[in-house]
Nanobody
């Protein structure tokens, strides 16, 4: 089994910053953090940032404001979010791939509001 835990969300004013964390535990052999997604009620989960090998991809809406990073073993990951906008309000999920399976945590709520 693989466990994924996201943390670091909260309430922040427009223009502020947050740093989200993702930690993988359990049967972590072969498990890699590959990116971050977000979801709002009634909508599909959308890509925020991913990294596959040396290829990094960001959603156009967050490019230049968000930065995805992970440690060498890909078991701990981060999403640095700067210049936050109300449109960034969502539940943020960390995506972990292991073999044929993708794993998700419970997500962490980010609310951007004055």
């Amino acid at each position: 089994q693989v466990q994924v835990v996201e943390s670091g969300g909260g309430l922040v004013q427009p223009g502020g910053s947050l740093r989200l964390s993702c930690q993988v535990s359990g049967n972590t052999f072969g498990a890699d953090i590959v990116g971050w997604y977000r979801q709002t009620p009634g909508n599909s989960r959308e890509l925020v940032a991913t990294r596959s090998g040396n290829v990094e991809t960001y959603a156009d809406s967050v490019k230049g404001r968000f930065t995805f990073s992970r440690d060498y073993e890909r078991k701990t990951g981060y999403l640095q979010m700067d210049t936050l906008e109300p449109e960034d309000t969502a539940v943020y999920y960390c995506k972990v791939n292991s073999g044929w399976t993708s794993y998700w945590g419970q997500g962490t709520q980010v609310t951007v509001s004055s």
